[in-house]
Nanobody, 125 residues
């Protein structure tokens, strides 16, 4: 069982930056693929980024590619999402999720087993 807690959200001006953290508990976190998703009001939860176990592979959604970086520090059981050049359309609740097994469908919610409660990011124009 893995428990995830997100932090780092808040109110940010357009063009600003934020770093979200996803702190995990559980002895096997290092073996988990971890993803970030976001959900804007009235919209479905969508994939943002994912990092493979040991951090060897990273994938990003097209709308955020070039503006965000996902990383992990397994010694701290934490995954980070650094977002730069924030836009009002980035406003959403951001969730991290962990997967126990491998899947090529890393952008699908169904391939993740554990979810955090989310952290709100609001970008003002």
């Amino acid at each position: 069982q893995v428990q995830l807690v997100e932090s780092g959200g808040g109110l940010v001006q357009a063009g600003g930056s934020v770093r979200l953290s996803c702190a995990a508990s559980g002895p096997t976190f290092i073996e988990n693929r971890v993803g970030w998703f976001r959900q804007a009001p009235g919209k479905e939860r969508e994939f943002v980024a994912t990092i493979s176990r040991y951090g060897s592979h990273k994938y990003y959604a097209d709308p955020v590619k070039g503006r965000i970086t996902i990383s992990r520090d397994d010694a701290k059981n934490t995954v980070y999402l650094r977002m730069n050049g924030l836009k009002p359309e980035d406003t959403a609740v951001y969730y991290c999720a962990a997967a126990q097994g491998y899947s090529s469908d890393y952008n699908l919610r169904a391939t993740y087993d554990f979810w955090g409660q989310g952290t709100q990011v609001t970008v003002s124009s």
